[in-house]
């Protein structure tokens, strides 16, 4: 089993940068896939990306070449540097994982077996 706790979020002007952190426990964290998914007040929680325990990388559309996710399994951490931050990216963001070495639709929710309590980002204009 494994437990996630995110950090990292906050306050910060339109066109700032924030890294999100989301440290793990457990020995096999490097047996899990993990991914970062937000929601915005009165919305469903969407995909912003994921890396699998091969180091890939998959991004949704709308935070290619501002986001960048990776991953530090010594120190069972995985990170999420958003940079030219917008208003609309203003939600909790979450960490999710799943014991997978191959995992398919990244995408989804369903995916993952395990969710942090998430962290909040809020962007100002």
């Known amino acids: 089993q494994v437990q996630l706790v995110e950090s990292g979020g906050g306050l910060v002007q339109a066109g700032g940068s924030l890294r999100l952190s989301c440290a793990a426990s457990?020995?096999?964290?490097?047996?899990?896939?993990v991914g970062w998914f937000r929601q915005a007040p009165g919305k469903e929680r969407e995909f912003i990306a994921a890396?699998?325990?091969?180091?890939?990388?998959y991004y949704a559309d709308l935070v290619k070449g501002r986001f960048t996710i990776s991953r530090d399994n010594a120190k069972n951490m995985v990170y999420l540097q958003m940079n030219s931050l917008k208003p609309e990216d203003t939600a909790v963001y979450f960490c999710?994982?799943?014991?997978?070495?191959?995992?398919?639709?990244?995408?989804?929710?369903?995916?993952?077996?395990?969710w942090g309590q998430g962290t909040q980002v809020t962007v100002s204009s």
């Open positions: 999710a994982a799943v014991r997978t070495s191959l995992i398919v639709t990244p995408a989804r929710t369903d995916q993952y077996d395990y």
């Open positions: 457990g020995r096999t964290f490097s047996l899990y896939a």
């Open positions: 890396v699998s325990v091969n180091l890939n990388t």
